[in-house]
C-alpha cells in the first residue's frame, strides 16, 4: 500500500510540475497525451490537457516505445541544451530513487565537475544543497507515507531510512512532531491559541513548544479557532496557553509597525514551528528575505527559488503559509502590478503594504529633513 501511495504521490508531483510548466530538466521525465498520440517535456508551452488523458514516462525512449511521437515545439526527443542543467536533474533523480543516499563525490564524478562546484551549481538551481535535498526527499516520503495510514516502522523504512534514530530526528524537524503523532492527525500534540484585536481585525496566534506555528487573520473567533482545529484535528487546543501568550504581543507589534523589521528583526524573536514540503519551505524563506515596503512578482520570486517556471507552484505556496505577516507572502504581486490572491482577504493585503509603503516614505521624509539639517 506505502508503495502505491509512493507511486501516487510522484505522478501527482509531475502532474503539478506540467501545470506549472516547470522546465524538463527539473525532473528528467516526460508527458504523453493519449487524444493526441504526443509526448512533451513539463515545461512545453502547448495547450494543458486534462489529466485522465495523461501518462507519465521517465524516458523519452519509452514514451516512443510506449506508441507516441515527440512534440515538434518542445522536442522532449533531443538531449537538453544545458549540460549542467541536465546533471543537476541526474543527480536529483538518483537522490530520490536511491535509498543508500550517494554521496557529493561521487554525484560531483557523474556530472564531471568537482564536489565544491558540482554543489554550488546544485545549490543555484534547487535552491538547496545535495545533502539539504536528499533529506527534504526522505522528509516528503515519510509525510506522504504516514498520511496514507501506513505504520511508523513502515513509513520509516518506506522513505528511504536505514534506521529510526534519524527518521525520528528529522521527523521532529520536517513535521514539527514525532511521526506517531502525525500519523494520528496530531494526537498527543498540545497546541497553545490566543486571540486579540489588531489593526486588521481578529488575529489568532498558535504555538508549540517549538515555536510560533499559526497566526490567522479573520472577524470571528470561532471561525478561526475551527480553521485551526481543521489544521490540527486530533492536538489538544489549549486556548490562552502560556506559549500563545507569550507571542501574541510580538504578532501584534508587527502588524502594527512592520517597518520596525519585522519577525527577525526584533530582538531575540520567537522561533517559528513551520511545517511544509521542502518547496513550500524555501518559498517561505525566500520570502522572509523581501523589506519591508517592498514587493516581488510571483515570477520573481520562482526565479529566486531556483524555479522560474513554477509561478503557480510559487502561487499555491505563499497561499499555504500558515503565519500570516510573519513570513510576509502579502508582499508577493501579479506581475501587471495587481494584487493576486491573500489567504486572508485582499483588503487585508492592501491595507498591510500600504502602511508599510507609508513607513517606508516616512522615513525617507525623515532622512531627508535630517540632510536638509
Known sequence: MAAAASQDARAEARWQAVQARRPAADDGFVYAVATTGIFCRPGC?????????????????????????????????????????EAVARARR???????????ADLAAEAGLSPGHFRRVFQARVGLSPKQYAKAVRADRL??????????????????YGGTARAHADAAAGLGMTASAYRKGGAGEVIDHAQADCRLGRVLVAATPRGLCAVAFGDDDGALVADLRARF??????????????????????????????????????????????????????????????????????????????????????????????????RV???????????????????????????????????????RG
Open 45 to 85: 508551452a502547448s495547450r494543458r490537457p486534462r489529466r485522465e488523458h495523461v501518462r507519465f514516462f521517465d524516458t523519452a525512449e519509452a514514451a516512443v516505445a510506449a506508441g507516441f511521437r515527440p512534440c515538434r515545439r518542445c522536442r522532449p526527443d533531443h538531449g537538453a541544451a544545458d549540460p549542467q542543467a
Open 94 to 104: 538518483r537522490l530520490e530513487a536511491d535509498p543508500d543516499e550517494p554521496c557529493l
Open 143 to 160: 509525510r506522504a507515507a504516514l498520511e496514507t495510514g501506513a505504520t511508523v516502522t513502515d513509513a520509516i523504512f518506506d522513505a528511504g
Open 233 to 330: 484535528p486530533r492536538a489538544t487546543l489549549q486556548a490562552g496557553g502560556p506559549a500563545a501568550r507569550a507571542v501574541l504581543p510580538t504578532v501584534v507589534r508587527l502588524v502594527a509597525a512592520p517597518e520596525e523589521g519585522g519577525w527577525d528583526g526584533a530582538p531575540d524573536p520567537p522561533p517559528l514551528d513551520l511545517r511544509g514540503t521542502a518547496f513550500q519551505m524555501r518559498v517561505w524563506a525566500e520570502l522572509r528575505r523581501i523589506p519591508p515596503g517592498q514587493t516581488r512578482t510571483y515570477a520573481e520570486l520562482a526565479a529566486a527559488v531556483g524555479q522560474p517556471s513554477a509561478t503557480r507552484a510559487v502561487a499555491n505556496a505563499c497561499g499555504s503559509n500558515p503565519v500570516a505577516a510573519v513570513v510576509p507572502c502579502h
Open 333 to 371: 504581486v501579479r506581475s501587471d502590478g495587481g494584487l493576486g490572491g491573500y489567504r486572508w482577504g485582499l483588503a487585508r493585503k492592501r491595507a498591510l503594504l500600504d502602511g508599510e509603503a507609508e513607513a517606508d516614505r516616512d522615513d525617507e521624509d525623515w532622512e531627508a529633513g535630517a540632510d
